[in-house]
């Protein structure tokens, strides 16, 4: 299994549903808004993704969730 895979596994679907949403420029309030939950709760996904891929940044974020083939640019 590819690294990138095991990555993707790793991430729930709320939180590559989240990645996706911050890679078409949503806002923690406004994919809070789409999604029916707290800008918190968006802010605790974001930081759970970060934790288990080490990314740092907004825009490597961005680089990952086109990597995982979840977001095309």
Do not use: W
């Not at 596994?9 to 939950?37: D, N, P, W």
């Not at 934790?51 to 907004?58: A, F, I, L, Q, W």
């Amino acid at each position: 299994m590819s690294t990138q895979n095991s990555t993707q596994l790793f991430l729930t679907s709320r939180e590559r549903e989240i990645l996706v949403k911050m890679c078409e420029g949503g806002t923690y309030q406004a994919i809070a808004r789409g999604l029916g939950i707290s800008p918190h709760t968006v802010d605790t996904h974001i930081r759970r993704i970060r934790r288990k891929t080490g990314v740092t940044s907004r825009s490597q974020l961005v680089v990952l969730a086109v990597q995982l083939g979840l977001y095309q640019i």
